[in-house]
């Protein structure tokens, strides 16, 4: 959950168009079970996309919580004196974490959620996962809320029965993969992803994320696994791009078997500042995809004014070099804190939500919101609590088109803010 650095890449090139990022030719449409019509994209003969577009969000809190975010549904598991999955299943024990984390991953997403993504007309959802879901790999000294596999497969057929295109990822890689986050379910400044042991750990998770995923028809619109969600920033894990990066591809690709609707494979593009991911990629490799996470709350270079604030979302291009397709699979419309009370700027939110929405659908492949729900009293980072507050319109084909969030007006560029 930081942001990315700001960057002024040309163009980039155009991509190898691979068939399993073309939109489906065959998608059928299909009353839901809530009488809403949605788009039913399942074809056994590839893995489409349901438009040219993604427009999502993150089931951000499912399997893995973020205290900060969702404190109430932290507080009912019974650990409100802890901070990550680690330290709350030490102090429930096995056993009675098991049963609080089983309650939690059965109720905190539902076919209601589902129908009301669709009636906000969203096509996709991305599920952070921990590595955890695999028990077997998890150490006798570490403690994690077993039983999450069931509750995938659940969502992914609630995801897959209502049309949505599904991103997996390993959102908390083994070991802790950046100092002091959420996030990886274990915080802690000890940083120990980054080796031979904690790398392979690593790809052995993604073989098995992989094979459920071709094992099990409620997987079926799952389209894409993201390798690994925001390691640490900066040169010193060269080893990253060398090594881990082209074992998780080659390893992904073998569990998918030989077919021919592949797998995207996401890697955090190189704007987030960990290096390359294509440079030790397999020559010829294919059906790759990148992730940026645009959180201009997080970049210095953003002044905190709000006209640079819609200039920078309309204009910042997402997309590295020879890195098509970009997503911006995380983002948010909180600016700094304590600026832009939400009551009382209810037109900049909007405008704001829809120039990122253009810049990322301009500069991008599509955009997928953080996070879909929280228990917070904001709907700064809660796209359900923002619709419900007409911050964020149901019909965002009208609101790119009508907005007028990006148009500069008569020679002041977006001069109505201050
Ligand atoms: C998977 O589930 C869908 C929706 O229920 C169904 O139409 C399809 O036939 C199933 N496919 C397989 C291979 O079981
Ligand atoms: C994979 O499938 C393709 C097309 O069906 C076939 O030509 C190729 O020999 C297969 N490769 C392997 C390793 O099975
Ligand atoms: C389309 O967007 C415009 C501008 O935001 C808005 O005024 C209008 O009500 C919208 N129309 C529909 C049908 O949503």
Not at 83 to 99: I, M, P, R, T, Y
Not at 143 to 168: F, N, T
Not at 223 to 242: K, W
Request: charged share 20%; hydrophobic share 35%; proline share 5%.
């Amino acid at each position: 959950m930081r942001g990315s650095l700001t960057l002024i890449a040309s163009l980039a090139a155009l991509s190898s168009v691979t068939q399993a990022w073309l939109p489906s030719q065959v998608s059928r449409t299909v009353t839901g079970r809530r009488g809403l019509t949605v788009v039913e994209p399942y074809s056994p003969a590839r893995r489409w996309m349901l438009s040219s577009k993604i427009r999502g969000v993150n089931l951000g809190c499912l399997f893995i919580i973020e205290k900060w975010l969702c404190p109430d549904e932290w507080n009912t598991i019974g650990c409100s004196d802890q901070n990550d999955e680690f330290n709350c299943v030490a102090k429930l024990g096995q056993e009675q974490a098991n049963s609080k984390f089983q309650n939690h991953w059965g109720s905190w997403i539902t076919e209601d959620d589902f129908d009301k993504m669709n009636s906000l007309n969203l096509n996709a959802v991305r599920i952070p996962i921990g590595f955890w879901m695999d028990e077997g790999l998890v150490g006798s000294d570490e403690h994690y809320p077993q039983g999450g596999e069931k509750y995938l497969l659940d969502i992914c057929e609630m995801a897959s029965s209502h049309g949505m295109y599904i991103m997996l990822e390993m959102h908390a890689a083994p070991g802790v993969q950046t100092s002091d986050q959420q996030f990886t379910g274990h915080v802690t400044t000890d940083v120990e992803f980054f080796n031979d042991n904690n790398y392979q750990r690593g790809v052995d998770f993604l073989t098995y994320l992989t094979k459920l995923v071709a094992n099990n028809n409620q997987t079926r619109n799952v389209g894409m696994i993201g390798v690994l969600n925001e390691p640490e920033r900066g040169n010193s894990h060269p080893d990253l791009t060398s090594d881990f990066y082209p074992k998780a591809y080659s390893a992904i690709r073998e569990a998918e078997g030989n077919r021919s609707d592949k797998l995207h494979i996401a890697f955090m593009g190189t704007n987030w500042g960990s290096g390359d991911p294509k440079q030790y990629l397999p020559p010829g490799y294919e059906s790759v995809a990148f992730e940026s996470h645009r959180y201009q709350r997080w970049d210095s270079s953003v002044q905190v004014k709000k006209a640079a604030y819609i200039n920078d979302a309309c204009t910042n291009d997402q997309t590295a070099d020879g890195e098509t397709p970009t997503l911006v699979t995380e983002w948010c419309i909180e600016p700094p804190d304590n600026v832009w009370d939400p009551d009382a700027n209810e037109e900049f939110y909007k405008k704001w939500f829809a120039a990122q929405v253009i810049g990322f659908e301009k500069y991008a492949a599509g955009w997928m919101f953080w996070n879909w729900k929280s228990d917070l009293d904001d709907w700064r980072w809660d796209y359900s609590k923002a619709a419900d507050a007409l911050i964020i319109p149901s019909d965002l084909d009208n609101m790119t088109t009508n907005s007028g969030a990006c148009s500069t007006g008569s020679g002041s560029t977006y001069g109505h803010w201050p």
